[in-house]
């Protein structure tokens, strides 16, 4: 019953915050949030003690709330306008993405107007394969109608969501797993809603890890692959999957999936452009989000060059490329020190889950949609309490990010004096930051402590023949040794 009460009020807080649409009020919208992220809660209590979910209800809700997504436009981000953008550099004007922006190149196109003012400037720092995407949707589908560019891009991050669904469904055969995806607002709200790529992102990440469990190492190079030609960020959760390969197979079947996969990116590299792709993802480096735990640092250390006279804007871009640079290489640290003791896991699930998950808690500039990379994966191991840190994250995520229609492109958030809009700037500044530290806190505790019982030495065959392998908790009494979480 607890399951069944979760479940509906986790789809109906997601549900209700999509139709109250771009302009719903922020007070209302974070109070429906907190019902449906509470709903959420309610089903990983509930599944987690005894699983009570019946399939066809979950598939029912989450199928109307992927179609609710793509029927009501935007109400967190306008990216879609920039992919449309981008597409039409290719498919309108003949031109590559990488080196023009929309400010300085066809500012005149309409759709150029719609891209966010913060990334005019910026060409573009997705993969060849999105741009190819992006140019086939505006070249046939979309062309110049707004409604059928953003319902085009909707649609693509639906499919892939629902084509993940399937995945998960298809490994586990648990409804709570499909739940936790399906009714998710990060999933539904952030991703789909905002018709952002890192939906197929992570599919290629799930369907990678899938093939490989199947024993089909060639072809989950190429799914990863493509994965990387969407955004170059998948690169992370891929190279810890290659450590568990090596772990797992040895050095030489890591070098043959490592090899493959560099193939395809540099095929695709090579037809887009070559080196000119990496020049924007240079530029985006740089970028600093307010609610990362490096936005602190970044000030202090500007401010702290200031004083010392030099000038600001020189201060301020040496602080965000240092506080950048360190924040990558500590991603990069947690990711290792996350997979460490996964690495033994009989499937690579976790390893690729707590990559995401480093990336997330560590990197300089996180968005809420980023958790897509990692969320389809680790919901084939729901059980394990990585994954519930990582839905607490994107919660959190998802609540500081939160739009307030009645402010956007009007003032400056610094100078918000309404009460609300001003503990909303605290939440997104300061507490998010601050919460995410003891998220990482909770990670590495989990991650050094000596585990109750692991499957590491259970032969392979036995733990393939569970339904979810190492990755359920409790484990089948069948298989009662102990696993890593």
Not at 450 to 455: E, I, T
Request: net charge positive; glycine share 8%; with cysteine.
């Amino acid at each position: 019953m607890t399951s069944l009460v979760g479940l509906f009020v986790a789809t109906g807080g997601t549900a209700a915050i999509l139709l109250r649409g771009p302009k719903g009020s922020s007070p209302v919208n974070i109070a429906l949030l907190l019902v449906a992220f509470a709903g959420l809660g309610l089903v990983v209590a509930a599944e987690t003690r005894r699983p009570r979910l019946g399939a066809p209800l979950v598939f029912a809700l989450t199928g109307g709330l992927l179609v609710l997504a793509v029927a009501i436009p935007p109400t967190q981000s306008r990216d879609v306008y920039a992919y449309a953008y981008y597409g039409r550099l290719v498919s309108h004007y003949g031109q590559s993405p990488y080196t023009h922006s929309a400010a300085g190149h066809y500012p005149e196109d309409p759709f150029a107007r719609r891209v966010d003012p913060i990334w005019r400037s910026n060409a573009s720092v997705y993969g060849p394969v999105w741009t190819w995407i992006s140019a086939l949707g505006t070249a046939t589908v979309a062309r110049s109608s707004f409604l059928a560019t953003r319902i085009y891009f909707q649609t693509v991050a639906a499919l892939a969501a629902a084509l993940s669904l399937w995945l998960i469904w298809r490994r586990t055969r648990s409804p709570a797993a499909v739940a936790f995806l399906g009714v998710n607002p990060v999933i539904i709200i952030s991703i789909v809603n905002g018709g952002h790529n890192d939906a197929l992102v992570g599919l290629g990440v799930l369907a990678g890890v899938l093939l490989l469990i199947a024993e089909r190492p060639a072809w989950a190079a190429v799914v990863f692959g493509l994965a990387v030609l969407i955004k170059v960020s998948a690169l992370l959760p891929i190279a810890a999957v290659g450590l568990w390969v090596w772990r797992r197979h040895g050095l030489k079947a890591a070098t043959k999936m490592g090899g493959v996969t560099a193939v395809v990116v540099l095929a695709g590299f090579a037809l887009s452009g070559g080196r000119e792709i990496l020049a924007p993802l240079h530029v985006a480096q740089t970028h600093i989000s307010g609610s990362s735990v490096w936005w602190g640092p970044r000030k202090w250390i500007t401010w702290a060059s200031v004083a010392k006279g030099t000038p600001s804007s020189v201060a301020g871009e040496a602080a965000r490329l240092r506080v950048s640079t360190v924040g990558s290489l500590c991603a990069v640290g947690m990711t290792l020190l996350l997979a460490r003791r996964r690495l033994r896991n009989s499937d690579p699930v976790l390893v690729a889950g707590a990559a995401v998950l480093a990336y997330t808690l560590l990197a300089a500039y996180v968005l809420p949609w980023y958790l897509g990379w990692g969320l389809p994966v680790m919901a084939l191991a729901w059980r394990s309490r990585l994954y519930w840190l990582t839905l607490l994250h994107g919660a959190i995520l998802q609540i500081a990010y939160l739009p307030d229609p009645t402010i956007e492109g009007k003032v400056d958030k610094l100078y918000i004096m309404r009460p609300l809009q001003r503990m909303q700037l605290d939440l997104y500044q300061v507490w998010v930051p601050l919460l995410e530290l003891v998220i990482i806190v909770a990670v590495v505790v989990i991650s050094v402590k000596r585990p109750k019982w692991s499957l590491a030495n259970v032969p392979v065959s036995a733990v393939s023949q569970a339904t979810r392998a190492d990755i359920t908790w409790p484990a089948p009494s069948s298989l009662r040794q102990p696993t890593s979480t």
